[in-house]
């Protein structure tokens, strides 16, 4: 322990064996270094954006055990949008000035690439000014064996029809053991990281996700961050890394374990001390409710995502997120918490002080 103090102090990289060990410190020495980070990179800085998050069908190939969103037996009303659906949300949410739309759905069978890449086309046809934040790895891998295209015909297409930026979901837990038991069938590890590798090497940017709380161990987390530790080294094009926090309801995983707040905590400040080379953590609100992810803020995280305005994914498992928040109440919360709320847009820069 001694030594990883030491490193800590020095403020050198940990090494996944070392970075294990950070499990055994109590919250407040991890908070303690990863505030330190934090307040180095960021200072009193919260991030926030004005983003849509809309979730076209929930008709799902896949059957991970996690996942109360898909239509099955749980939660029995599928759906698909039409396009016409999806550009009435879209011309309602200009209004309130939005600036991201947040586009993941299900593996749906039924539907065409080409309804897909219709979506893409008709927002930035009409709203060219919004970032399109779309197709999570998993996506990506479902559609490219769905249509038997390679994932780079599929990322070609994703930039000709005006995705902007990938999201970080699908990304679960790395440890492919674990994602047997969790999402059998679904995109690896592995290629979860190509895909974003490739993503990347288009000069683009995209998000990364962890899943935890459900039947991974620590160690399978510190893994999953070491890992995106390795690829950010050799592209940089994540801005920002994400905990999701499992929310249990209405799922297919029996053996369920609570899971704390200080457990939470401790994974939000481990992430913010090995990811040296990720600029941005997420503490978001949908899955670890608004005030735990403002107390987040004083153990290394730095970004709240943002108003979100209608939620499906995880509100479905139980979270209280399904109508997001409003714009005051996100900035009054965050300046009662001593922070300076930032309106940022997708891709972290800054828009609006208040
Ligand atoms: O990959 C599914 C997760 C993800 C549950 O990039 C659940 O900015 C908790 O991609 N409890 C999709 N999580 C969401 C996603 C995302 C979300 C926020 C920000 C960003 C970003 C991306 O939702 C899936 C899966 O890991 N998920 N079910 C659940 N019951």
Not at 209 to 230: A, P, Q, S
Not at 299 to 319: H, M, R, V
């Amino acid at each position: 322990m001694q030594t990883i103090i030491q490193k800590l102090d020095n403020e050198e990289r940990l090494n996944e064996n070392e970075a294990n060990k950070l499990w055994d410190f109590d919250l407040f020495t991890l908070g303690k270094y990863a505030q330190k980070i934090r307040t180095k990179l960021h200072g009193k800085k919260v991030y926030f954006n004005i983003n849509r998050h809309i979730n076209p069908t929930n008709i799902c190939a896949d059957t991970c055990k996690f996942c109360a969103f898909s239509a099955h037996r749980k939660n029995p009303n599928p759906y698909t949008m039409t396009h016409e659906q999806i550009m009435n949300i879209i011309d309602e949410t200009v209004q309130r000035d939005t600036k991201e739309i947040h586009i993941v759905s299900a593996h749906n069978k039924n539907t065409s690439w080409e309804w897909y890449l219709e979506i893409f086309r008709m927002i930035k046809q009409k709203y060219p000014f919004l970032h399109i934040k779309a197709l999570t790895a998993a996506e990506v891998d479902f559609l490219s064996r769905a249509f038997n295209m390679s994932y780079e015909q599929i990322i070609e297409k994703m930039l000709e029809y005006g995705v902007d930026s990938m999201p970080g979901g699908g990304a679960e837990i790395f440890d492919e053991e674990i994602r047997k038991k969790i999402c059998h069938g679904k995109v690896s590890g592995q290629n979860w990281l190509k895909i974003h590798k490739l993503w990347h090497e288009k000069g683009r940017q995209s998000n990364a996700t962890m899943l935890f709380g459900h039947i991974e161990d620590r160690k399978h987390r510190t893994n999953h961050m070491i890992r995106l530790r390795e690829l950010q080294d050799q592209t940089g094009g994540f801005n920002a890394f994400i905990p999701l926090v499992w929310q249990q309801d209405n799922s297919f995983i029996t053996n369920k374990k609570p899971l704390g707040s200080v457990e939470i905590l401790k994974t939000l400040s481990i992430a913010r001390i090995v990811l040296d080379n990720i600029k941005n953590i997420k503490a978001y609100w949908a899955t670890m409710g608004i005030n735990l992810a403002m107390v987040a803020q004083d153990f290394g995280a730095n970004d709240l995502d943002g108003t979100i305005e209608k939620e499906s994914i995880q509100s479905a498992g139980g979270a209280k997120s399904a109508n997001g928040l409003n714009l005051k109440t996100f900035i009054e919360l965050i300046q009662s918490s001593g922070y300076v709320a930032i309106e940022r847009d997708s891709l972290y820069n800054e828009l609006k002080t208040y």
